[in-house]
């Protein structure tokens, strides 16, 4: 049993010399006509493709040099027509690889099995790794739920579950660290690095399992945000200079981070579709409107999705963000996060007019005690 694993584990290394892909789908409960819509995304290019069912059987073809993942959905696709309240579709999310390989099942997409299909395999045992994690994540966010809406808007009950999440995100990072060491050769040892690899205290270990990658894992498009992710967390330290970096505003002008020098500038990541952050908003904009006048201002980086450029537009002007924002719709591939290590939002970095970094992840009343603090003095 454990030389089978092994060899699953090794099989991706011809596999990935490959750029094409064949996914040969049979669902014996599908009528002739059906309609199967693949959609998956590489690098900042959502790709969809359609194939029609002949006998309960479907086939997709393509160039892939990576795997990537990717969602097979029935006769509607949710990326172009809107699910309506309530509405349910059939579908399944899975590992589109540069390989030949089948999916089948008697009654509908959900219930697929994969086959011959090594990055899927090895998806099914991170899975397994990370079970009891996402068993305690599921079990937290219920027994928040279950809360009257007065103890959950408590700040010492709140904060005191955030507290918790916390651990667990941590307690995941661990996981994907541990599978990364295990199966070097995978390609989602590069996935599982780069969700680890800018966590605090994690750097170190992630860096080792990092080197241990082959190179035509290193050299992918992932694999070569890794080193980034790394060299983030001692780039934003207390006391460094800020990472420069340029991006677009929503009307395609170029912003560059050192044109604010001068100014002390708050760096906040956010997205229109993140609760807390948008929550988050109206105590930034009582802390901009209050020090605007005095050399305080806000960068805002939001890290909304491909395709949701209007969502983020209508979060700008219905939070009343009056300040400069910029993204490159990468959601949490967005470079500026990536160079900032960004592994949760909201997110803030306090910039001082000569560009260091003078605190982190200010919220709330911390964020207004702080600009207080500095004004006072000034």
Known sequence: MRTLLLLTFL???????????????????????????????????????????????????GKLEYPVYSGLFLRKNPYVEQMGRGEQIDYVRLY?????????????????????????????????????????????????TAMPEAQQKDKKVYDAFMARESQLLKESYEVYLEF?????????????????????????????????LPAHLKNSPLGKRIPVLLASRANTEMGKVAPDFTQQSPDGKAVKLSSFRGSYVLLDFWASWCGPCRKENSNVLKAYNKYKEKGF?????SLDMPGQKDAWLKAIDNDQLTWPQVSDLKGWDNEVAQQYGIRGIPANFLIDPNGKIIAQNLREEHLQEELAKIFKEK
Not at 104 to 131: C, F, T, W, Y
Not at 297 to 301: D, S
């Open 11 to 61: 099989f991706p290394l011809s596999l990935l010399a490959q750029d094409h892909f064949e996914l040969k789908g049979k669902v014996d409960s599908l009528h002739n006509g059906d309609k199967i819509y693949l959609v998956y995304q590489i690098e900042d290019q959502r790709i969809t493709d359609s194939a029609m069912v002949t006998d309960g059987r479907f086939v997709f073809r």
């Open 96 to 144: 589109l690889e540069p390989a030949v390989f089948n999916v089948e099942a008697k009654d509908s997409l959900k219930n697929i099995v994969i086959k011959n299909s090594p990055v899927n395999d090895q998806q099914a045992v991170l899975r397994s790794m990370l079970k009891k994690n996402d068993e305690q994540f599921s079990a937290l966010q219920k027994e928040f």
């Open 180 to 212: 990364a060491q295990k199966y070097p050769t995978s390609y989602l040892s590069v996935v599982s690095l780069v969700q680890a690899a800018a966590h605090p205290g994690m750097a170190a270990a992630a860096g080792k399992a990092y080197e241990r």
């Open 297 to 301: 201002t806000v960068l805002g980086v």
